[in-house]
């Protein structure tokens, strides 16, 4: 059994109540330029960018109002990076027309030379959909609609063809076509119906902060539709790990922090391999830049090899 690749959802670009970082509140494009150069040297599969158009009043003291474009962001990043994938995790792709979505991801799998990995998801917030004229209440109806579209979209196609309820298209040109032949399309979610999707649609499984205990359940899950649906083809699952901090820290972590030497944490982080989890998604504890690149290169060097 391979030891599973491991990815980065960057920090600065999504500011969460619920994970970031104080020290974010005042970064800007150079440190993200940084933290994704030192994913590119560190040997990360991918570093990864959220979406949210617009956050309600109701919601911002917990989920603040910093969400970074996925597109503009990755794309960014994309010129000063070479080899690492590059994520949305996730793009609430029913706030847009497939079209639009396939323009904008197509583009950057283009002039990234074909690193665009399309993670998608049905989103949360009632008020973006509602300002953008988005149908709330259906969306994950329209998700599953839009992954189809997509799959069209962004094939090799120069005159992609869809006809659907939500999404009628033919005829309408769009290059530059995507580099690669096929952009893989992680879905994300841990409902019941996310898992679904993501075993009989897509590519691979970005699941939603499932603790160890409940991944064994929806690994198998995921397998057991796939064969009974007899869909064949390469699949990716993934899981979020605790948080991390590689070596002992002279700050408090808090509790549900893994820490300790390199060989240790390997040593932990391989129950996601023996439950058959192809990509970690890691998140550093730390104070500054300087600190999480620190982190980063050490997870490459002395933690990944062990994994």
């Not at 109806?141 to 069209?152: F, H, I």
């Not at 290059?175 to 690669?180: E, F, I, M």
């Not at 690994?219 to 083809?233: F, H, K, P, S």
């Not at 901090?245 to 982080?269: K, N, W």
């Amino acid at each position: 059994m391979s030891a599973p690749a491991y990815g980065i959802q960057l920090p600065v670009q999504s500011q969460s109540a619920l994970y970031a970082e104080p020290w974010e509140a005042s970064a800007g494009p150079e440190d993200l330029a940084e933290i994704a150069r030192a994913a590119d040297r560190s040997g990360f599969d991918y570093i990864a960018c959220c979406d949210h158009v617009a956050i309600p009043r109701r919601l911002a003291t917990a989920m603040s109002t910093v969400w970074y474009d996925p597109v503009a962001t990755l794309g960014y990043l994309a010129g000063v990076t070479g080899r690492v994938r590059l994520l949305s995790h996730v793009a609430v792709v029913g706030l847009r027309h497939p079209l639009l979505t396939a323009k904008q991801y197509a583009t950057l799998d283009h002039l990234s030379g074909g690193r665009l990995v399309l993670g998608v998801g049905a989103g949360h917030v009632r008020e973006e959909f509602d300002a953008l004229g988005a149908d709330f209440a259906r969306r994950g109806q329209v998700l599953d609609e839009c992954v189809d579209a997509l799959r069209a979209a962004l094939g090799p196609e120069e005159f992609p063809e869809h006809h659907g309820e939500h999404y009628d298209f033919e005829g309408l040109g769009q290059r530059p076509r995507p580099a690669q032949s096929r952009v893989p399309l992680w879905v994300g979610g841990s409902s019941p119906a996310a898992v679904r999707r993501a075993a009989l649609k897509g590519d691979g499984w970005l699941p939603q902060g499932d603790p160890r205990d409940r991944l064994p359940a929806q690994l198998a899950r995921i397998r057991e539709l796939r064969e009974r649906a007899g869909v064949e083809g390469p699949f990716t699952t993934g899981a979020i790990t605790e948080p991390l901090y590689v070596g002992t820290p002279a700050h408090d972590v808090g509790r549900r922090t893994l820490s300790g030497p390199p060989q240790a944490l390997a040593a932990s982080l391989r129950a996601y391999r023996e439950m058959g989890v192809d990509q970690i998604q890691v998140r550093f504890r730390s104070r500054g830049r300087a600190e999480l690149i620190d982190q980063m290169a050490a997870f490459g060097a002395d933690v990944a090899p062990h994994l």
